[in-house]
């Protein structure tokens, strides 16, 4: 499992800025960054990064919009009018990739370059994707459950349907618990992107299995807010995606035993790189950039909070 951990300091280091100033008298470049939605709070991360690298380098303007709840319908309405709108890239978190893919083909055939990241349209025009391999990811979400419960247990799994990247962690966690048959997953709780929802659905599940060994969540809704797991009793383990605050102090108050952490910032400053480079005419390396993932656990969670705060800073 090893080879496919970064280094923390390194993988947190992404999205510090630095790029080149632009040449003098050069025109502004508008590029349109949309997450999934706006109630979220791991996507500020992205807006910061994004910003970060539009400041350094000088000739660009970062649109931040999105829908306020995840809707792929407004999201799609709203991608459609940054093409109108003639922006000069667009970086995107899809909510259904699918839904949206003749939408980006149609910005990329209007001569407008679309990257992705965090949540792909594997099937569009998009240049590239950057983002956590999350087929990977959760196969470590799995490993890491079956060594919690050492091989034997229960387990409850939440997600959301119709997100590309949310699919392929739950295949990757299904494939990674198959291998452990002392191991049954009971129940699979579709959460449609809706943090306020969580905590109802993980109180009713611990309340239907009342024995469970261990909730898995591939996106970060459990950890989002302090009350999500208060329902949990001690004996149940917690695997979640996602180490934004408050998420370091559940797992430190011993609520969460494993976190995935993400590149939030570099989201935002990886893709506005992208753009900037696919503009002056440099294509990106790969069409797939996996910007891999940190296993945050009660033995590094301070080593990890010290170099978040680092990051945080302006």
Not at 87 to 111: H, P, Q
Not at 248 to 266: E, I, R
Request: net charge neutral.
């Amino acid at each position: 499992m090893k080879h496919i951990v970064c280094v923390i300091a390194a993988s947190l280091a992404v999205g510090c800025g630095g790029g080149s100033a632009p040449a003098g008298g050069a025109a502004k470049l508008r590029f349109a960054v949309m997450p999934k939605s706006l109630d979220l709070p791991v996507f500020n991360y992205a807006k910061a990064g994004a910003e970060r690298e539009a400041a350094a380098r000088r000739n660009i303007e970062v649109i931040w919009r999105a829908p306020e709840t995840a809707d792929q319908l407004r999201q799609k309405e709203i991608l459609e009018s940054f093409i109108t709108q003639r922006v000069d890239g667009i970086a995107i978190s899809c909510t259904n990739g699918d839904f949206l893919t003749d939408t980006i083909n149609r910005a990329v055939d209007a001569g407008i370059p679309v990257v992705t990241w965090d949540a792909d349209a594997p099937k569009s025009k998009r240049a590239a994707f950057y983002g956590v391999d999350d087929v990977a990811a959760g196969r470590i979400m799995g490993e890491q459950t079956a060594t919690l419960l050492g091989g034997k247990g229960t387990v409850a799994i939440i997600t959301s349907i119709g997100a590309v990247n949310l699919q392929r962690r739950l295949e990757g966690v299904k494939e990674a618990l198959a291998k452990h048959p002392g191991i049954t997953i009971v129940e699979e709780y579709d959460i449609k992107e809706d943090p306020v929802r969580c905590a109802e659905i993980i109180a009713s599940g611990t309340n239907r299995y009342p024995d469970l060994g261990a909730w898995i969540s591939v996106g970060g809704w459990p950890v989002f807010t302090r009350n999500a797991l208060a329902s949990v009793p001690a004996t149940t383990k917690v695997v979640s995606f996602d180490t934004i605050p408050p998420a370091p102090d559940l797992l430190k108050a011993g609520k969460v035993q494993v976190l995935l952490g993400q590149k939030y910032f570099g989201w935002g400053s990886e893709s506005v790189r992208l753009l900037a480079d696919i503009k002056s005419g440099k294509p990106p390396a790969a069409t797939i950039i996996d910007s891999g993932v940190d296993v945050v656990t009660a033995t590094n969670v301070d080593e990890y909070l010290i170099k978040w705060k680092a990051m945080e800073k302006p």
